[in-house]
Each structure stands twice: as C-alpha cells, then as structure tokens.
Nanobody
C-alpha cells in the first residue's frame, strides 16, 4: 500500500521560508507524479505544484510561481516543496498526493480526483 507522509510545516513570519517534505513508501509505479495542494480555512483545496518522478517535469500555479520550488530525491523517495517569500495568504494545510501515469502538462494537472493517494497534511501558518 502506498503511503505519503508530509512534514515540515509550522509557524513562520511573512517573508520567511519553509521546506515541506513528502515521503512515499510502498509500491509506486515509475511513471507517476507528486502534486502539492493546499487548503486554507473556508476555501477550496488548491493545487499549487507538481513534479513528474520519471522525467523531472515541474509545474506551478500562478499563485506560487517564482516563490516555491518543487524537487525530488528519488533515492530517498521524497519530494520537497521549498517555500520562500511566504505571505499570510499562504497559510493553509498542505497536502501531497500521487498521480499514476502522469508525466507532463495537461489541462487537468491539478484535478484532485486524478490523484489516488494522499498524505494527511501539514499545517503552515504565516504571520504578518
């Protein structure tokens, strides 16, 4: 069974940085992607970044482009989300999720129903 575990959340001041980790365990097909999503209080879940584990392709939502960087350490089976220049509006619970057979951009890159495996989330709070 595939399991995803996020870590690295916490409280940070605006302008600061955090690095989130998503550690995967269990069997995983080679051609899959890991996406990062977030859900702020009272808002819908939002997809923010995605990386293909097979070819390294990455994608970012406009809301985080230029501030967040997604990367993968395949030896550790871990995907990271480096978050910089954090803003209070980045406050949310952050989730990672796995999507099988996804290696490049499509219009439904952040359709959460396409992601079959989800972590439990890690909370990020950015104070002003």
């Amino acid at each position: 069974e595939v399991q995803l575990v996020e870590s690295g959340g916490g409280l940070v001041q605006a302008g600061g940085s955090l690095r989130l980790s998503c550690a995967a365990s269990g069997y995983m097909f080679h051609d899959h992607a890991i996406g990062w999503f977030r859900q702020a209080p009272g808002k819908e879940r939002e997809g923010i970044s995605c990386i293909s584990k097979s070819n390294g392709w990455t994608y970012y939502a406009d809301s985080v482009k230029g501030r967040f960087t997604i990367s993968s350490d395949n030896a550790k089976n871990t995907v990271y989300l480096q978050m910089s220049s954090l803003k209070p509006e980045d406050t949310a619970v952050y989730y990672c999720a796995a999507r099988l057979g996804f290696t490049s951009y499509s219009d439904n890159v952040f359709s959460d129903y396409e992601y079959g495996y989800w972590g439990q989330g890690t909370r990020v709070t950015v104070s002003s």
